[in-house]
Each structure stands twice: as C-alpha cells, then as structure tokens.
C-alpha cells in the first residue's frame, strides 16, 4: 500500500514537472481567464504571432524591407516579458500601424476582459523564471 502511495506520488509529481502549460499558479490571472484567452487568440492573433504565440518567422528582430518587424512569438521567448501590463494593453488595443508599425487595432472587437483574458493567455506560456522577471520589472 505504502509503496503504491510513493510510486503514485513519483508519477504525479514527475507528470506536472513536465506539463509546462498552462501556467496559473501563483500568478495575477485564472485558468477561465487563459482559456478563454486561448480561445480568442485563436480566432484573432494565431495567423501573425503563430500557434501558442511561438512566431511565424525565423528572425523576428530583422526588420522587413518596409522597416517595420515581423510580428514577435509572445510565449516568453521574444521581449513581450520588457512591458508592463498596461503597456500590453495598449498594444492590444491600439497596434502597431500608428507608431510605423503592421499590427492592427482591437479595440473596437474586443472588450477589457477579453484583452486581460488573451495576456493571461499568453502569459500562461511563460516559463516562470520570464513571468518572475517580468512582476519584478514592471509591478
Ligand atoms: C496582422 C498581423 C497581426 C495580428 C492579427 C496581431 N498582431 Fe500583434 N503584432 C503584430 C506585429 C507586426 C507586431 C510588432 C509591432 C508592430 O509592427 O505593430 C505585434 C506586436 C504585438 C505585441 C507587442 C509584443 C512585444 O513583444 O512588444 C503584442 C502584445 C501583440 N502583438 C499581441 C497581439 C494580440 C493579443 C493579437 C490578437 C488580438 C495580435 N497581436 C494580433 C502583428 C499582428
């Protein structure tokens, strides 16, 4: 029985070491949250920043021949973790066009929730030591 504990509890811990995703807790958003995000980043943002917010293009910091940038990955691997909640916000809401940039404005498709719901989302792909670095930058 005792062995059976251990070994159950081995196999427990060893599976949620390797699930890396979603990461919830600890941090300021729920699992609701990122899995409505997950939702609307699929309709919304999948075709520019990728499937699981990985990127679309190999070099993301190579500017395109108009000078403006490819869209970044937003999973923790790019600098998205530089920018204050706020900021994401803004991004979200407003894009890129007005400041050289491609992205395109949300504002008026989505609501507070929604955008707080898509940065849970993408948020819950960073690693914790990113999502550590970025509360003590930016709260
Ligand atoms: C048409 C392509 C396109 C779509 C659709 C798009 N983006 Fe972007 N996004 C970009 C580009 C390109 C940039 C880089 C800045 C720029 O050019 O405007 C960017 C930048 C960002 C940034 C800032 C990243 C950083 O590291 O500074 C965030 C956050 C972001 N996008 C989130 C989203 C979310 C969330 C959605 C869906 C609601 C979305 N984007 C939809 C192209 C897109």
């Known amino acids: 029985m005792l062995l059976?504990?251990?070994?159950?509890?081995?196999?427990?811990t060893s599976c949620s070491e390797t699930s890396k995703e979603?990461?919830?807790?600890?941090r300021w958003y729920t699992e609701s949250q990122v899995s409505k995000g997950q939702t609307l980043f699929d309709v919304n943002c999948v075709s520019c920043h990728g499937v699981k917010?990985?990127?679309?293009?190999?070099n993301w910091k190579e500017p395109l021949e108009d000078g403006s940038y490819p869209p970044p990955p937003l999973n923790g691997t790019a600098h998205t973790?530089?920018?204050?909640?706020?900021?994401?916000?803004?991004?979200?809401?407003?894009?890129g066009i007005a400041i050289g940039?491609?992205?395109?404005?949300?504002?008026?498709?989505?609501?507070?929730?929604?955008?707080?719901?898509?940065?849970?989302?993408i948020q819950s792909?960073?690693?914790d030591e990113i999502y550590e670095a970025w509360e003590s930058r930016n709260n």
Do not use: C
């Not at 979603?22 to 600890?26: E, I, M, N, Q």
């Not at 973790?81 to 894009?95: D, E, M, R």
């Not at 940039?101 to 989302?121: C, H, R, S, T």
């Open 53 to 58: 917010a990985r990127g679309t293009v190999r």
């Open 81 to 95: 973790w530089h920018h204050p909640k706020k900021s994401l916000v803004h991004t979200i809401n407003n894009g």
């Open 22 to 26: 979603p990461k919830v807790s600890g």
């Open 4 to 12: 059976g504990s251990i070994i159950l509890l081995i196999v427990i």
């Open 101 to 121: 940039g491609k992205m395109p404005e949300f504002k008026d498709q989505l609501n507070n929730e929604q955008v707080d719901a898509l940065i849970a989302y």
């Open 125 to 127: 792909l960073w690693p």
